[in-house]
């Protein structure tokens, strides 16, 4: 069912992901103004802070403002989406995830297994091993995945089948999505990418990608 609001958006909030500031967010935010939305960049610290207060802090700031469409990119999608799932009353029209292991993180869940390496989830371990359960809320929800295999993420943990080098392409496909594009792109390069930002534009405008009917 489609959400619906009394107007249209042209403001989107931005959530960036694990070991990221709000600066690492700012070439996608330049190509989406182009694209002729206003946006602001959602920060929260990712390590030491975690999703819980992530969760409560941009609840508030989608709370306190008018329409709005969220992306957000790799764990920001979790945490998007999650606040979303506690107060579906927001006013928000249309979210984008941009590689987010919605299904749960095969590299997180690696990186846990090991002593040495599991202080570097911090926080957002929980949210990144386990993923979101099914979408079942009214906001359209849309994926932009990449498969180029290229990062950290392929060091660390073995993938089957396509990825984005550190998310696999099926973490991404969680039941419920309004829809799922995939764009020749990295997990970092989905935020340079502009084949993402130009997919994530058409969703927020038409509730699809291109190409796709």
């Known amino acids: 069912m ?4 009394e107007e249209p958006a042209s403001r989107i909030v931005l959530v960036h992901g694990i070991w990221n500031a709000r600066s690492w967010l700012m070439p996608l935010a330049r190509r ?16 030491v802070g975690g999703p819980e207060p992530a969760i409560a802090a941009l609840t508030a700031r989608l709370r306190n403002g008018g329409p709005v469409h969220v992306v957000g990119h ?8 999650e606040a979303l799932r506690r107060a579906p009353d927001l006013p928000v029209q249309r979210v984008v995830c941009l590689g987010s292991p919605l299904l749960g993180s095969h590299t997180a869940r690696t ?19 386990a993923g979101c359960p099914p979408w ?11 498969n180029v295999a290229r990062g950290i ?4 943990a073995r993938f089957d089948d396509a990825s984005d080098g550190t998310v696999g392409l099926a973490e991404t496909r969680l ?17 340079f990418s502009a084949d993402a930002a130009r997919q994530a534009a058409r969703f927020l405008r038409e509730g699809r990608f291109e190409g796709q009917d």
């Open 175 to 191: 039941p419920g999505l309004a829809a799922h594009c995939i764009v020749p792109a990295s997990h970092t390069g989905l935020v």
């Open 74 to 81: 790799s764990l920001g999608g979790l945490v998007a989406l």
């Open 136 to 146: 079942e809320g009214t906001v359209p929800v849309g994926m932009v995945a990449g």
């Open 111 to 129: 990186l846990g297994q090991r002593r040495w390496t599991a202080p570097v989830l911090g926080r957002s371990a929980g949210l990144l091993q």
């Open 2 to 5: 489609e959400h619906v609001t």
């Open 153 to 156: 993420g392929r060091l660390i």
């Open 32 to 47: 989406l103004r182009s694209e002729g939305f206003q946006v602001d960049v959602f920060g929260y610290p990712s390590i």
